[in-house]
């Protein structure tokens, strides 16, 4: 069948589904539109048996769904309908939501519907919650859907006839007078709730040292009190602020800019904050914090057994030099453990998407701080390359994209869970790409299929990615069942009889390695190329990363993808 995406944004919802339906031997075309003009001349262009909005902001114009059943995902059950239905359900705690497939008519989120899909509502940011649990929901429910179609026969159901959903209802879009926070009067949950639900867009708009900043994230402080709405630590580039009943870490922040003037760029907190920031104790984590130490921290470690397991969560799967530099120090001192098998990952979300573009674009110097990140970056890979007295796995509990990908491709083996969507390439971004990603990607999928990834720069599925080599193991969970049952399936492999022999293996194919094709050489091979890239300020990387930070029309091509696509427009 021929099936048309509309879109606001190529978002990670968008790409699932692309590659999903793709996957099971649909003709799928992808078409970002922003306007209503634009939805007309796509469907124009590729005449879809069905069209389908897996992310949509505009409304498709009467000629569009008049003439072709067109299905819209609504991220909310039944009976809800407005803008803001996820941001909406975060803020009141619901213990559960939904996903809608409904059809397009002239009412928004008022037509028949085709499929929902209920998922619990863990306590996590809204942007993770939407690439994971609803996501999931969301697959099942186009998934569904377009088996129905294809049918021929099936009818959708009018909603007014429906049971109402507990907590489903008309709401307006949820504006910052809502999301504004009350230090002075709100407790650590009520502030956690809004910053969940405005994470990572729009942000909660606040006054803080003097400027207006949107503050995304939010994690629980267990130990640090103060005047409510003061400041009290730093941690890994996160402040520290006191609420009525305890503390919050809020990790990044962006800064409000006027009309006229370029958006701001979302950066670690103390970043955006360098040059304001009262003098404040700096409480670093412990290079390997432990994973049941109730303080926050973006890196943790924890041992079962013979497992190691080094788990991180950077914003956004965004990795500055500092976070490359701190995960490098960590993973070298796990290294140290008396470990057999170390899980490198095993976090739910995001596992990584490359360098930082919003830290780089904000350097005084981008070209120096690419520089400088794509070279920590590389120094973390090649530690993990060069690891031969313990297995190492990749653990990608989320999304991954361009060098993050190759991060994980430098272990013995990666697991993926089965919702994840895999971008290996850095065609999109304007960049050759480092990570030694042309000796990692070949290794793996053989020098033709490496061509074409990097080529097509289309995302990949979990199970597509199995199937081509890119993954070895395909774990088939909810997101928060994923880390324990990496470590469950680490522990097995720890124990098994192969495993002695498959070390063995690995040192033996280092060394052949060494005395053929030296990582050194490798490295050195990409990072000229890259090098020419950061130093060309003609080369078409800077305006990308430009227009990607600043949630600017891109220069040309396609939508994004790529080391950028995991938060665009993302709930």
């Known amino acids: 069948m021929r099936i048309l995406l ?61 003439a072709r059943t067109c299905l819209i995902v609504h991220p909310g059950p039944v009976g809800d309908r407005g803008p803001s239905s996820l941001d909406w359900a ?72 429906s049971p109402s959903v507990p907590g489903a209802r008309t709401r307006p879009p949820m504006r910052q007078e809502t999301r504004r926070i009350a230090w002075a009067d709100e407790a650590t949950e009520t502030v956690l709730r809004k910053l969940r639900a405005a994470d990572s867009q729009p942000g909660v708009l606040d006054e803080l040292l003097g400027g207006e900043w949107f503050l995304h994230g939010g994690h629980t402080e267990y130990g640090l009190r103060g005047r409510p709405g003061e400041l009290l630590a730093t941690r890994a580039g996160a402040i520290c602020r006191a609420t009525t009943d305890g503390a919050v870490w809020i990790p990044e922040l962006r800064a409000r800019t006027g009309a006229g003037v370029p958006r701001a760029c979302k950066l670690p907190a103390v970043h955006a904050l360098a040059g304001r920031l009262p003098r404040l104790p700096d409480l670093p984590s412990p290079v390997l914090s432990c994973a049941d130490d109730a303080g926050w921290s973006d890196i943790r470690y924890r041992e079962e057994g013979p497992v190691g397991v080094l788990s991180f969560s950077f914003p956004g799967g965004a990795m500055s030099t500092d976070h490359c ?113 042309t000796y990692s990607l070949p290794r793996r999928v053989g020098a033709a299929t490496a061509e074409r990834l990097t ?57 052949r390695r060494e005395a053929v094709t030296p990582l050194a050489a490798v490295r050195e091979r990409e990072l000229a190329r890259m090098r020419r890239i950061f130093l060309d300020p003609d080369a078409p990387y800077h305006a990308l990363r430009r227009a990607f930070v600043r949630k600017e029309s891109a220069p040309a091509g396609p939508a994004s993808t790529g080391a950028e696509a995991g938060e665009r427009a993302d709930a």
């Open 6 to 66: 509309i879109a606001s944004a190529y978002n990670s919802l968008t790409q699932r589904v692309h590659a999903e339906l793709h996957d099971r031997g649909h003709t799928v075309a992808v078409e970002v539109t922003p306007r209503g003009p634009d939805v007309v001349a796509a469907v124009g262009r590729h005449e879809p048996d069905l069209i389908v909005a897996p992310m949509l902001k505009t409304v498709v114009p009467r000629k569009v769904w008049a």
């Open 90 to 161: 975060v803020h009141e705690d619901a213990p559960e939501w939904g996903v809608t497939v409904l059809q397009a008519e002239e009412e928004m989120d008022a037509g028949p519907v085709w499929a929902t899909v209920t998922f619990p509502m863990p306590q996590v940011g809204k942007s993770d919650l939407y690439r994971n649990e609803l996501s999931d929901a969301a697959l099942d429910a186009v998934l569904t859907a377009v088996e129905r179609f294809a049918s021929g026969s099936w009818q959708p159901f009018d909603q007014r006839t």
């Open 325 to 437: 530099r701190r995960l490098l120090e960590a993973y070298r001192a796990a290294c140290h453990r008396p470990t057999a098998v170390l899980v490198l990952g095993g976090a739910r979300d995001f596992f990584s998407n490359g360098i930082h573009l919003g830290v780089i674009e904000a350097a005084s110097d981008p070209a120096a701080e690419s520089w400088a990140n794509i070279n920590a970056m590389d120094d973390l890979v090649e530690a993990v390359l060069n690891t031969t007295d313990r297995l190492v796995v990749g653990a990608i509990g989320g999304n991954a994209a361009a060098g993050g990908v190759m991060l994980a491709l430098a272990a013995d083996e990666v697991w993926c869970r089965s919702g994840s969507v895999l971008n290996p390439h850095y065609r999109r971004m304007g960049l050759y790409g480092s990570e030694y990603w």
């Open 455 to 511: 080529r097509e720069a289309l995302p990949v599925s979990g199970a597509s990615a199995r199937d081509i080599g890119l993954v070895d193991r395909l774990i088939e969970c909810p997101p928060a069942r994923f880390t324990a049952e990496v470590t469950r399936l680490a522990q097995r492999w720890a124990g098994s009889p192969g495993a002695q022999s498959r070390l063995a293996a690995k040192k033996a194919e280092h060394e």
